[in-house]
């Protein structure tokens, strides 16, 4: 039947993307160094990353993927360096996307909008967009699916209790 599935709990947390700075350019990877990844304050406040906040960082360049935590790197100067192990799986020069979750309620969920940070090849801001499958002009990539903007998740895949 069309239109009827089981209700979520009203206590229920979703993890939903809360940030991403998509297709930065890695600009060092130090191999000793006790982890993590340094990146520029300038993004961090664009895509709404907190210090110490954990991120996957997925390698475009090589399909890699792990999971770590940002520290904030020196403003306006582009950085994204690579600390730590993941330094064997991630290089200089790579593209990646760093994607930050957090844990909300069906009903904020439903509200939240992500901040998608686009950079150019110096890690410089181009647009901040809360369209997680969409692309600004320019950079030769297709979207994903259809904006976000408007489209209502039904209440009938929750519960009514929340």
């Known amino acids: 039947m069309e239109g009827t599935g089981v209700k979520a709990p009203a206590s229920l947390q979703r993890t939903m993307m809360i940030g991403k700075i998509h297709r930065a ?3 060092q990877a130090n191999l000793h160094y006790v982890g993590s990844i340094t990146v520029d304050v300038d993004l961090l406040e664009a895509a709404d990353l907190y210090p110490g906040e954990k991120v996957d960082v997925v390698d475009v360049t090589n399909g890699s993927r792990l999971s770590t935590y940002v520290i904030p790197g020196e403003r306006g100067k582009g950085e994204i360096c ?6 064997h799986h991630v290089r200089p020069g790579d593209i990646v996307i760093l994607i930050a979750y ?3 309620s069906s009903a904020d969920a439903r509200e939240f909008l992500p901040n998608v940070v686009f950079v150019d090849a110096q890690n410089r801001i181009v647009e901040v967009s809360q369209e997680p499958g969409q692309v600004p002009d320019g950079f030769d990539l297709e ?11 039904p209440v009938a ?6």
């Open 143 to 153: 979207p994903s699916g259809v904006p976000i903007h408007g489209f209502q998740v």
């Open 102 to 104: 957090g844990q909300m």
């Open 25 to 27: 350019t890695v600009t």
């Open 82 to 87: 690579i600390n730590g192990a993941a330094a």
């Open 157 to 162: 895949a929750t519960s009514a209790a929340e």
